[in-house]
């Protein structure tokens, strides 16, 4: 599967092990992200000590239990992602505390993290991340996705903080708010219909 913006500059396809090396080379490129995350931040080895986060992404990318839109340039070049997986898949989510106290269904699919180059942001990256993520959940038969993106509009929000990206992107593609959960978090969702 491959999805392409309306511009043609950019193209998402699924993480896996054919574009692991695209991949790697991203995050190594942007140290790691987030000081060495390696996008394993909601993932259940997150937090263990002694573990190679470049290693237990990998295992999962090729033993098919890690999965992302992977956002590549019309060179082949890695510029983004939007990580997506099952709740299994995906155990963390953000602020914990204020979702339990009053928590949705659980959902099919969980949308935490979306990422883009430092020196490609504003550039629909994201968005094109978001579409390929929504292209591969319908073709996997769809379901209920959530999320937990950040409000922005009104206000000047760091892009360090919006790294499961804005609310008002995610209501382009048909999500509603659910609750408030942080200042500017809230929890969204939506049907996916299968392909």
Same mark, same amino acid.
Do not use: M
């Given at each position: 599967m491959t999805l392409r913006d309306e511009t043609g500059e950019y193209t998402a396809r699924?993480?896996?092990?054919?574009?692991?090396?695209?991949?790697?080379?991203?995050?190594?490129?942007?140290?790691?992200?987030?000081?060495?995350?390696?996008?394993?931040?909601?993932?259940?080895?997150?937090? $263990?000590?002694?573990?190679? *986060?470049r290693a237990v992404k990998? !295992? &999962?990318? $090729?033993?098919?239990?890690? *999965?992302?839109?992977l956002v590549? !340039? &019309?060179?082949?070049?890695?510029?983004g992602w939007c990580q997506f997986g099952s709740p299994e898949e995906l155990t963390d989510i953000k602020h914990r505390r204020m979702y339990d106290k009053d928590p949705p269904p659980r959902p099919d699919w969980r949308i935490t993290c979306i990422y883009v180059d430092k020196g490609h942001?504003?550039?629909?990256i994201a968005r094109t991340a978001?579409?390929?993520?929504?292209?591969q959940i319908a073709r996997a038969g769809g379901g209920s996705a959530e999320a937990i993106p950040?409000?922005?509009?009104?206000?000047?929000?760091?892009?360090?903080?919006?790294?499961?990206?804005?609310?008002?992107?995610?209501?382009?593609?048909?999500?509603s708010r659910v609750r408030q959960v942080g200042k500017h978090a809230w929890i969204v969702r939506r049907v996916v219909d299968p392909a």
């Open positions: 699924p993480l896996d092990g054919a574009t692991w090396d695209v991949f790697a080379e991203l995050v190594e490129r942007n140290n790691g992200v987030y000081g060495g995350c390696w996008c394993i931040g909601y993932h259940p080895e997150c937090g $263990r000590h002694g573990l190679s *986060h990998e !295992d &999962r990318v $090729r033993t098919d239990r890690a *999965h992302a839109a590549l !340039d &019309r060179d082949g070049v890695a510029q942001r504003g550039q629909g978001l579409e390929g993520a929504l292209d950040e409000v922005t509009a009104g206000r000047e929000a760091q892009g360090r903080f919006l790294f499961s990206a804005t609310v008002e992107l995610f209501e382009e593609y048909g999500f």
